[in-house]
């Protein structure tokens, strides 16, 4: 086989895409003795840059609050480029739907919890997460072309 006709799979960038953090009910939100209920908020999507090149982002929205009361939103949203060459079309959905996520992971995590602790709050670690399922449920929801969202509760 000649180099040409190689399977290719590059990182060409990883980037923040996005990043937003709300505090809405500081600074009494500093002086609650309660720990708060966090709820984390996955989503994935990629899309085609140009032949062989793809956009893949993994959007991360943490919220945190006890019953109505909001102590933070942070919102990040991780994206990288990656080239993708000479690769059989029905691999290529599963490396950018489960793969290329798997390489974000771990920028979005320490975004994530950088980005709560600078806001004074202890920081969420997020667990590891399995891309494997996430892409299923996209899978299955595409004809309504709504992004898959895996709920989850600390």
Do not use: W
């Not at 840059?49 to 945190?64: H, S």
């Not at 974000?104 to 995590?109: A, K, N, Q």
Request: hydrophobic share 45%.
């Amino acid at each position: 086989m000649t180099d040409a006709l190689q399977p290719t799979f590059n990182i060409e960038k990883i980037y923040v895409k996005d990043l937003s953090l709300e505090v809405p009910n500081s600074p009494q939100v500093f002086l609650q003795r309660e720990a708060p209920q966090v709820d984390i908020e996955i989503k994935t999507r990629e899309q085609k840059v140009d032949e062989g090149i793809y956009e893949v982002v993994i959007t991360v929205t943490t919220t945190a609050h006890i019953a109505e009361k909001t102590f933070f939103l942070a919102e990040a949203s991780q994206a990288g480029i990656f080239q993708l060459r000479n690769i059989p079309d029905a691999e290529i959905g599963p490396i950018l739907g489960i793969g290329c996520p798997n390489i974000l992971f771990p920028y979005v995590r320490e975004t994530i919890s950088d980005l709560i602790a600078r806001a004074g709050f202890p920081p969420v670690v997020l667990a590891p997460v399995n891309f494997e399922p996430i892409y299923q449920a996209r899978l299955k929801q595409q004809e309504s072309a709504a992004p898959a969202v895996v709920p989850v509760t600390h």
